[in-house]
């Protein structure tokens, strides 16, 4: 008898913990938010999203999380007014029947799953969060709560998005290729048509337009002058990438970031698949946050403002690959120098000024670099999952520089384009910083940086 007693004592009064919040000790880990960024990542992987997708789904996604957790802390003010098109997004009628963190990361993978294909594909994953919050005891009324809000946010950012002309340029005019000299042309081996030529005329969330920041114009195309610019800049790539070494390997492999390669062996054609480099860096953005042990709320709005800060970078970078509609180092060098020539890494299908990787990766470290502090020591270990060693920096502007050089190691960029394409990042990320006002940085080591 004394054994029953004993044992449903002992039931109750774990029964009586959880009811009294041991549940937030589960859905306010912050690891468990970035955990759930990185189930998109992998779907986004899965299934062939190009980059500047890639960076939209990412954006909506983190959006809705934030909206929520602006809902449950005045101390970051929602976005409503501040980024394009966004009026306004539903308060709970009860906010103490909501957990917050929950209801984010509810928000979020709503957002995302409608944002990604195939359908659902979340949905597994969102049965497994559900299930954490009651196995770790969250109330059914706040359960009940959180799922309700979550569900409103997210309608509501998805009601939203569908503003921003996406649906509309899927059945855009495809790019027209020239025979005109300099112009961009497909590459080998997939010969594939421009990706995403009308990406420019996506509403951008903070730019006034695509081309607010328009660069300076690329170098003019002179292959046959041994003293100019392009002729120089040409022969560059050629020699760094025929006297490559294992570092400068390393470093073109592990910011490569090709969402598709096609790989030809003979007559046998095989696809390989990475993160997008937006999804490298929410990847970074994870690390980071875990680095400097984050809390759930900072490590949310992190990847929020990083995600719109990729997001309109890649809207700036697309407005100027197609207004200078450059050629590849790849087919000049052929043409020019040697018809046998090949990059060390596979040329995407789109011009080449200026560098993508260049501009987002820079846009993005100037956003973490506010959240996380400067002269942060990390170690990047997003491709150890493709048998890429893992890279160390001492700071995410100093990964944002290697990304842009990394590209001429990889023998798909000029070095001007990865240059002047990082001051373009540098100036897109310091006005997603400048127009929004999310994260409070008044307080603590935040407020230096």
Known sequence: MRTIIFALLTMFLLQSCKNSGEYLAVTHDPFLYSKTVKKLNDIVLENNFPPMIAARNYAYANIAAYEVIAAGDNSYPSLAGQIHGLIGVPKPKAANKVDFPFAALLAFCQVGNAVTFPEGSMDVYVDELKN?????????????????????????????????????????????VTNEEGRWIPTPPMYAQAVEPHWMEIRTLVLDSSSQLKPVRPPRYDPKNISSTFYNAMMLVKRTVDSLTPEQKHMADFWDDNSFKLNVNGHVMYA????????????????????????????????????????????????????????????????????????????????????????ISAAAAEVMTRYFGDNISYTDTSELEFGIP????????????????????????????????????????????????????????????
């Open 390 to 449: 893992s890279r160390s920096f001492t700071s995410v502007r100093a990964a944002a520089r290697e990304a842009g050089m990394s590209r001429i190691f990889g023998g798909i960029h000029f070095k001007y384009s990865c240059e002047v394409g990082h001051e373009t990042g540098v100036k897109v990320g310091e006005l997603v910083l400048q127009r929004l006002k999310m994260k409070d940085f008044k307080k603590g080591f935040l407020a230096k940086n």
């Open 272 to 359: 390989t698949k990475k993160f997008s480099p937006g999804g490298h860096w929410m990847n970074i953005v994870g690390i980071l946050a875990a680095t400097q042990k984050s809390d759930f709320n900072t490590t949310v709005s992190a990847y929020a403002q990083t995600s719109i800060a990729l997001f309109d970078a890649f809207i700036s970078c697309w407005d100027e690959k197609f207004r200078s509609n450059y050629i590849r180092p790849e087919t000049a060098v052929n043409k020019y120098i040697d018809p046998e020539w090949q990059p060390y890494i596979q040329t995407p299908p789109f011009p080449e000024y200026t560098s993508g990787h260049a501009v």
């Open 132 to 176: 954490k919050a009651k196995d770790a005891g969250m109330p059914s009324e706040i359960f009940k709560g959180s799922v309700g809000y979550a569900s409103l946010v997210a309608d509501s950012i998805m009601s939203w998005s569908k503003k921003d002309n996406y649906a509309q340029i899927r059945s855009s005019t495809k790019f027209t």
